[in-house]
């Protein structure tokens, strides 16, 4: 069993990663870092491997530094008794010292070379030893195809460092009509990368362990980001007392609703309910339902002339971008309440000036949780710009509103206006459903309402809001046909379990 240690969570770019492996290289002897990561990607290979070590591992070995990890691996398990074959690609550029040494070695042993990929092989574990983080562009001719075919196998695939074709820093695949290796692991030497962790990132990097090849941790540089923990707002998770009443755990009203949209709202309104809201009202821009008849706990409202004092806004599901919605929403900015904006009050924060400078002007807690569109909308660019670097997207927002900042999607980035940022790790494909957002808004303004800071409560909702959707997979609800519906339920019970687990 490896358990990670609380470092591995922090997250460096490449820039800074380049720094560490500098100091790190200046202070060995020679050769020494990368027969530490052949030795480690071993162990790890070994364990992946398990009872079938009569198998072949096959091993792709690029033209870099990449590939010398790949080759040293390859001598280990050679030296362990398995077939070991490698399929090495070298570059035009001369190798390394080191690769070059990697390399005899693995010529002097007992590994095998093979020219190209055999047809149907039956392998215990593929080794991506293609590129690390020295990729400068998108996979062609030999690598892509050889990218192409590992899509075909059935085993398990462990990926050195990065998966080859993923950018380390953002998790995009590097393109245009980039490829990318789908490892089932990946070990990720010197340090844990955010371009794991997020966009393609989950999907391409599978399991991720991080090896830190003997470094002095007090040599680190401070991370870039973080991977988000229940231990990042674990001093939020309060046992309630006996003696307490509804008043003490705030006031959510969730602002929505136009005509045809009410759905939004009530999700919204469940979500807060089910994370301890004491009271929670919809309300309506437009008449709509007079009653939610599965939660008849939430009171319905017309929102036009509801007095939202100092109760706990969500403001946006469902809301359209009506002139109501607009004058509203500036209300909402101008109060002194807790704050979230989803949805369409992104949107209309994008497009209007004011209603930005106001947001920023802001003293209470906000917090937004844009999709990459609503992201997109907000900085005047595309999805895809947004996509192509969620990290540097999500931290201009926070700096730009001055609010934090949940951008949503695979790996969502929690990003504070002083330029901190989490990724957060919880949560499955299940979550790419109709209404799930709208469910997040809600649990994450039960928090706020309750009293956790803007910073806390973001982390706090979008972990328990991945963790629940998890919870549900676990028990067979989902991914396939997970209903946002059935998340504030799933949510409740995780937040009682941390309660139980860890609060004092
Ligand atoms: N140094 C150390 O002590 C340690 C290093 N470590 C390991 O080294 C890795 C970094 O090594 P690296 O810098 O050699 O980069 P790597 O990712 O292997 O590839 C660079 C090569 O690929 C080439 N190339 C790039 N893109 C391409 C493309 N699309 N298609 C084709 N070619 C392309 C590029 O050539 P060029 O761009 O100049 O054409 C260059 O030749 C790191 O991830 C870790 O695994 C660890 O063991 C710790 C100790
Ligand atoms: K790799």
Redesign the pocket.
């Known amino acids: 069993m490896h358990d990670n240690a609380p470092m591995d969570n922090d997250l460096y770019t490449v820039a800074q990663l380049r720094a560490i492996?500098q100091s790190a290289?200046a202070a060995l002897p020679p050769g020494t870092?990368?027969r530490r990561?052949g030795e480690a990607a071993a162990r790890f290979a070994l364990e992946l491997l398990g009872g079938r070590r009569d198998r072949p591992v096959l091993v792709l070995a690029?033209?870099?530094?990449?590939?010398?990890?790949a080759l040293e691996l390859a001598s280990n398990l050679a030296d362990a008794g398995i077939d070991a074959l490698v399929l090495h690609l070298p570059?035009q550029?001369e190798a390394?010292d080191?690769t070059a040494s990697a390399h005899e070695r693995a010529r002097d042993g007992t590994v095998g070379f093979i020219d190209m990929l055999p047809p149907g092989g039956d392998w215990g574990l593929v080794v991506d030893g293609l590129?690390?983080?020295?990729?400068?562009?998108?996979?062609?001719g030999q690598?892509r195809d050889l990218v192409a075919a590992l899509d075909a196998l059935r085993c398990p695939i462990l990926a050195?460092?990065?998966p080859s074709g993923l950018d380390a820093d953002t998790g995009a695949v590097i393109g245009p009509d980039g490829i990318a290796v789908r490892a089932t692991h990946t070990i990720s030497?010197?340090g844990n990368k955010p371009g794991l962790h997020t966009a393609d990132g989950r999907d391409h990097a599978g399991q991720v362990r991080v090896d830190w090849?003997g470094v002095d941790p007090a040599q680190l540089p401070s991370p870039a980001a973080r991977l988000g923990s229940a231990e990042l707002f674990a001093q939020r998770l309060r046992p309630r007392r006996h003696n307490t009443h509804k008043g003490i755990f705030g006031d959510v009203v969730v602002i929505g609703g136009a005509h045809g949209m009410a759905g939004a709202p009530v999700l919204a309104a469940r979500g807060a309910m089910y994370l301890g809201a004491g009271r929670t009202f919809a309300a309506l821009l437009d008449p709509g339902p007079g009653y939610d008849s599965v939660q008849p706990e939430i009171m319905f409202r017309p929102a036009d002339g509801f007095e939202f004092g100092k109760r706990t806004l969500v403001v946006g599901p469902g809301m359209g971008g009506s002139a109501a919605a607009m004058r509203l929403l500036a209300t909402a900015l101008d109060s002194d309440s807790p704050l979230l904006l989803d949805a369409d009050a992104i949107t209309l924060v994008g497009a209007s000036p004011d209603l930005l400078s106001r947001l920023a002007q802001r003293s209470a807690p906000a917090v937004l949780t844009p999709h990459p569109l609503e992201g997109a909308r907000l900085l005047g660019t595309t999805a895809a710009a947004v996509q192509a670097d969620r990290l540097a997207a999500a931290r201009e927002m926070a700096l730009r509103t001055r609010a934090t900042v949940i951008l949503k999607g695979s790996g969502s980035v929690i990003a504070h206006p002083d330029g901190s940022m989490v990724i957060n790790p919880t949560g499955n494909a299940g979550l790419a459903t109709a209404g799930s957002g709208d469910v997040l808004a809600g649990m994450c303004g039960a928090l706020l309402a309750q009293g956790w800071p803007a910073w806390e409560a973001a982390l706090g909702a979008a972990w328990i809001h991945g963790a629940a959707a998890d919870l549900l997979v676990a028990h067979g609800i989902g991914p396939i046909g997970m209903t946002a519906g059935e998340l504030p339920a799933a949510a409740r019970a995780v937040l009682n379990m941390l309660v139980n687990e860890t609060g004092v």
Not at 131 to 140: C, K, S, V
């Open positions: 492996e290289y870092l990368m990561a690029g033209p870099g530094n990449n590939g010398g990890d570059g550029r390394s080191e590129f690390g983080i020295g990729l400068t562009r998108a996979l062609d690598y050195l460092d990065v030497f010197l090849l």
